[in-house]
């Protein structure tokens, strides 16, 4: 069965380094979406992202954070200069356009920013 | 997104069926109900999807009142692999987030 992988399982980073966060969606799947969940908290959603542009932003993803689909497969999260509590999961998902609306989840990145 | 009400916990025995309820009493007529599951930090779990008719799959059942205003996820048979925090989340179809309350923490014991 097709899944959403993510790499890596878990990225450990110094306070105000970049990070990027890779997610290989479902390969015919043309909806993608990273959310994120601090310890303890709930899952929240950060973006979505259709036909090569941010469809969605919640006002989580301010000017530090940013997506892209670098060639047919990939879709990164990449974070600027990361603060504490960029700390979290962060857990991408996609869905096909069109027929059923589910959203498949990946296993999640472990974020931790020291 | 309609608001949706879970109680914060539930115990089950294994091998016996767990009934999960959710409260929409302020669903709309294009809101469909969904229900997903997170096993301790993993991703969120897709298990199943209505609008109005009651559905089974491999997974589960989800029986939906006839007012809308409630459901009820089913597990026929739980086992302890099935202790997680369950997510029922009502949203228009094809609408682009999914909105994670704080769920129902189901416990499965031997």
């Known amino acids: 069965e097709p899944e959403v992988t993510q790499t890596p399982s878990h990225q450990v980073t110094q306070m105000g380094q970049e990070v990027i966060l890779r997610c290989v969606p479902i390969?015919?799947?043309?909806?993608f979406y990273w959310y994120r969940q601090i310890l303890g908290q709930k899952v929240e959603f950060l973006v979505s992202?259709?036909?090569?542009?941010?469809?969605?932003k919640s006002e989580i993803f301010d000017d530090q954070f940013s997506v892209e689909r670098p060639d047919g497969s990939n879709f990164t999260l990449k974070i600027r200069s990361t603060k504490l509590e960029d700390s979290a999961m962060y857990f991408c998902?996609?869905?096909?356009?069109?027929?059923?609306?589910?959203?498949?989840f990946g296993p999640g990145t472990r974020l931790t920013v020291l | 997104d309609a608001k949706t009400t879970q109680p914060p916990s539930m115990d089950c025995a294994e091998g016996r069926a767990a009934n999960l309820p959710c409260n929409h009493s302020?669903?709309?007529?294009?809101?469909?109900v969904y229900w997903y599951r997170q096993i301790h930090s993993q991703g969120p779990q897709y298990i199943i999807h209505?609008?109005?008719n009651n559905e089974t799959n491999e997974m589960a059942s989800l029986i939906i009142t006839e007012d809308r205003k409630s459901s009820t996820l089913i597990l026929p048979h739980a086992t302890l692999r099935d202790t997680a925090v369950y997510y029922c989340?009502?949203?228009?179809?094809?609408?682009?987030?999914?909105?994670f309350g704080s769920g129902t923490k189901l416990n499965v014991k031997p």
């Open positions: 989340i009502v949203r228009p179809y094809n609408f682009n987030k999914f909105y």
């Open positions: 209505g609008l109005k």
């Open positions: 998902a996609s869905r096909l356009a069109g027929g059923t609306d589910t959203q498949y």
């Open positions: 302020t669903i709309s007529g294009n809101e469909y």
């Open positions: 992202f259709y036909n090569n542009e941010i469809s969605e």
């Open positions: 390969s015919n799947h043309l909806y």
